[in-house]
């Protein structure tokens, strides 16, 4: 029932943002041009450092033959400046899967990544254009991967028969960008909305030596998960929750836990033992929303974990675009006193493992 409201809220919102990204299109297309031209230039001996399945696929973008506006599912991204983007096909155990990249135009040796997740029914372009996560690579030389649920699907809870093995799909990408891509592999983070933040955490969960902190925005975790949880390494996490969400509730979710119980088991797994401090950051959007801020102190490394409460917050990504009445009707408000692309990286930018 949670997987067909949101993809009910969701298409609600790509319907909105429909006419906004079509009008788009024209010029995002002349954008590319250009800027495959430049990013060429620009890329100079930095491009050589690719290899493996992502040099292949970045040489295609600079040829200009690969799909990055106009996807034969009728999918678009929005180009962002100073950033070059490709698709990867991976095989994964069995199946064949797709990756967007999201790379700076000049990438620097021992970068960071972040693995960004889709919400349930949404495709890596969805997202990449829902966040804006490719202004990251831009402004801060992080590379952004974009991977692909089977259907618009992840399969983030264990005790849920599947023959799709999301688990071993996000460690064939790790991988990928640590043998072929100049990451440092001590500075992978995860972050998810909705259905991806789900999965986010159950990535947490039984990988927690392969990423350096997650991001759940919107998203909890099922109670089976919870229960089978043991992270061999604290995992800084850092949450995201409307307390008007009708998809994910904030308190008493049927099935999954509740914003706060996400929180403590967090605390807990982190070895959270000093206090915990509550504060309401200042208003400065008169949006209807405010933000009060959980944090556990006390805990081991830098298993630092956060809860931000978005009162009056629907299923939303903070200070997304457009804000229209259709997105408010499926989706409840929108917060616009952070936004929440910043928040993520500011929080999982200094990790490493």
């Given at each position: 029932m949670t997987r067909r409201l949101t993809v009910f809220a969701l298409c609600a919102l790509l319907c909105a943002c429909g006419s906004d990204v079509g009008d788009r299109v024209g010029e995002a297309v002349d954008r590319v041009?250009?800027?495959?031209?430049?990013?060429?230039?620009?890329?100079?001996?930095?491009?050589?450092?690719?290899?493996?399945?992502?040099?292949?696929?970045?040489?295609?973008?600079?040829?200009?033959?690969?799909?990055?506006?106009?996807?034969?599912?009728?999918?678009?991204?929005?180009?962002?400046?100073?950033?070059?983007?490709y698709e990867v096909t991976l095989p994964s155990h069995g199946l064949d899967r797709t990756v967007r990249i999201i790379q700076p135009e000049a990438p620097v040796a021992s970068a960071p990544v972040l693995v960004v997740l889709h919400y349930s029914g949404g495709t890596n372009e969805n997202m990449a254009n829902l966040t804006r996560i490719g202004r990251l690579a831009a402004d801060h030389g992080v590379w952004i991967v974009l991977p692909d649920g089977i259907g618009g699907q992840w399969n983030d809870d264990p005790a849920a028969p599947s023959s799709v093995d999301d688990i071993a799909f996000l460690d064939d990408v790790i991988a990928m960008m640590i043998a072929d891509a100049p990451i440092d592999p001590s500075r992978i983070t995860m972050a998810g909305m909705s259905n991806g933040g789900f999965m986010a955490a159950r990535y947490a969960c039984e990988r927690a030596e392969s990423i350096a902190g997650f991001a759940s925005v919107v998203g909890s975790m099922r109670n089976a998960l919870a229960q089978a949880c043991q992270p061999t390494v604290p995992v800084p996490t850092l949450l995201v929750r409307g307390t008007s969400d009708l998809i994910v509730l904030y308190a008493r979710p049927p099935g999954m836990l509740s914003a706060q119980d996400m929180f403590e088991l967090w605390a807990g797994l982190n070895g959270c033992t000093g206090d915990v401090t509550v504060e309401s950051l200042p208003d400065t959007v008169d949006d209807n929303t405010q933000v009060e801020l959980q944090r556990a102190d006390g805990c081991v490394g830098s298993g630092d974990t956060r809860l931000y409460a978005v009162i009056g917050g629907g299923h939303a990504w903070p200070d997304i675009d457009p804000y229209t009445s259709i997105t408010t009707l499926a989706l409840g408000r929108i917060s616009r006193e952070f936004a929440a692309t910043d928040l993520v990286w500011s929080f999982l930018e200094p990790l490493s493992r």
């Open positions: 041009g250009e800027g495959v031209a430049n990013g060429a230039d620009r890329l100079g001996d930095a491009a050589t450092q690719l290899t493996g399945r992502l040099a292949e696929a970045r040489d295609r973008a600079l040829e200009g033959l690969d799909r990055g506006v106009t996807r034969t599912r009728g999918q678009y991204l929005d180009p962002v400046p100073g950033t070059l983007s």
